[in-house]
């Protein structure tokens, strides 16, 4: 594999244009896949439904376009033949605030997992069916733009799901939730990253920051009475479990 340089290929960005400039009335989508087939199928479906593709066969292309182009959301494969995808979206993590969406081999949770760590937003198992990856990138654009929109950071809403992060206090509609401060801040965290996928390991080290090897037990604990509180109404927010990686806070509404 090759090595990066961590800091040439973005050397040109404070001069060029951003994407957004030239195409302001599309969101720009970085595509990094090799295989040539799959390639064109990303470009050509993402284009048809109003998106502006730049598309790299290679991890060292992605990360010279991005010293010119910011994309607003990226789709990288993790089985690049130059540079190890991992690498890839740890050094376009560095530079870029976009949401990265990996594609991985199945059976590679592993790998997953250790890129969802390093940066990536979330992730799309090979072979996937082009719907559901266009709702992945639609899910990561709204993060972005709520992360963006996001002014006063002591009050997050998700749906129905209102936390006033100063007062400790977290309702869904009227209804006030009942939470331990564990319980709250996990809640909170997940909220904040509202759609994103959040691995297991993320989630524990934030909330369990001066622990060497915290116990995984804890955080299901408080993930199951956190989804008791949120409820099974139709507009109330709800954790989903992504198998063998982490959880995701989404609005049913959207």
Same mark, same amino acid.
């Given at each position: 594999m ?9 050397? !040109? ?5 951003t ?8 969101? %720009? ?7 040539s ?14 998106y502006h ?14 010293g ?5 959301v990226?789709?990288?494969d993790l ?6 995808g ?8 560095l530079?870029?605030? !976009? ?16 890129? &969802? ?24 654009l709204?993060?972005?733009? $709520?992360? !963006? ?5 002591? $009050? ?10 100063a ?6 509609g009227?209804r006030?939730l ?10 909170t965290l ?8 959040? %691995? ?18 804890? &955080?299901r604990v ?10 099974d ?5 709800q ?5 063998q ?10």
């Open positions: 090759a090595e990066l340089d961590s800091a040439s290929p973005f050397q !040109s960005r404070r001069d060029a244009p994407a957004r400039e030239a195409r302001p009335d599309a969101a %720009t989508v970085l595509v990094v896949e090799d295989d087939a799959q390639r064109r199928v990303l470009t050509l479906s993402l284009s048809a439904r109003g593709v730049v598309a790299a066969k290679t991890g060292g292309e992605a990360l010279r376009l991005v010119s182009v910011e994309p607003d990226v789709i990288l089985g690049l033949p130059d540079i190890d991992i690498d890839v979206a740890r050094h376009l993590r530079w870029l605030k !976009s949401p990265i969406i990996v594609l991985t081999a199945d059976g590679s949770e592993e790998r997953t997992v250790v890129a &969802l760590d390093l940066g990536a937003d979330d992730y799309v198992t090979k072979p996937f069916s082009m719907p559901a990856l266009l709702a992945r990138v639609r899910v990561a709204r993060h972005r733009a $709520t992360l !963006s929109a996001l002014v006063d950071d002591s $009050t997050i809403e998700v749906g129905q799901l209102r936390i006033d992060v007062a400790h206090e977290a309702l869904v009227e006030p009942t939470l331990q401060p564990l319980q709250f801040r996990l809640l997940l909220a904040r990253n509202a759609g994103k996928l959040m %691995t297991y390991r993320n989630l524990v080290r934030q909330l369990w920051p001066d622990e060497e090897d915290p116990d995984m037990r804890p &955080l408080a993930v199951s009475i956190v989804r008791k509180q949120l409820g109404g139709a507009d109330a927010p954790i989903l479990t992504e198998p990686v982490g959880y995701r806070l989404v609005d049913p509404g959207v």
